[in-house]
């Protein structure tokens, strides 16, 4: 496998970040948005649902869990994040949320099968407001401001 500049900078990155890296537009801020408006069909079609059980963590937020369209998607982002971070990588599940107004995501930590996990800002309805996460590695924490299409591992 022959290995581009940018992807040598980016797993220099990955390491010196203990384990945490921000790509830029992985996906062009159009693509993104029909991931958003695939999301908002959904929604407004009545095919995906409050969560509910174990991952009931966000009360009322609507989650597209192991949908095909995301599922193609991961395999794809798997493909390329092997070739950032220079590891073989498995792919264990693909997972939309649809946070309300005021919602966010509490502080936790991801199941033990999501060693490396990536994160993707879609899109915003009404606005393309950047969605800030908070990520912590063994080496300090980092708070990424995140726009549609960007991804952080």
């Known amino acids: 496998m022959s290995v581009e500049v940018n992807e040598i900078n980016y797993k220099k990155q990955y390491d010196d970040a203990g384990g945490v890296l921000e790509i830029k537009e992985f996906l062009p801020p159009p693509v993104a948005a029909i991931f ?5 069909n959904q929604i407004n079609n009545q095919e995906i649902d409050e969560v509910q059980g174990e991952l009931d963590f966000i009360p009322d937020a609507l989650v597209n869990y192991g949908d095909n369209l995301t599922e193609a998607f991961l395999g794809q982002v798997t493909q390329h994040a092997e070739s950032f971070i220079g590891e073989e990588l ?50 300090d924490r980092y708070e990424i401001t995140q726009n549609p299409g960007d991804i952080a591992f």
């Not at 958003?36 to 908002?40: A, E, F, L, Q, S």
């Not at 991801?110 to 080496?139: F, K, L, Q």
Request: hydrophobic share 25%; glycine share 8%.
């Open 36 to 40: 958003m408006d695939y999301m908002i």
């Open 90 to 139: 498995y792919p264990t599940y693909s997972y939309m949320r649809y946070y309300k107004k005021g919602q966010g995501l509490p502080v936790h930590t991801d199941r033990v099968t999501c060693e490396i996990s990536a994160t993707m800002h879609i899109g915003s309805t009404g606005s393309n407001n950047p969605w800030p996460i908070y990520i912590e590695s063994p080496v």
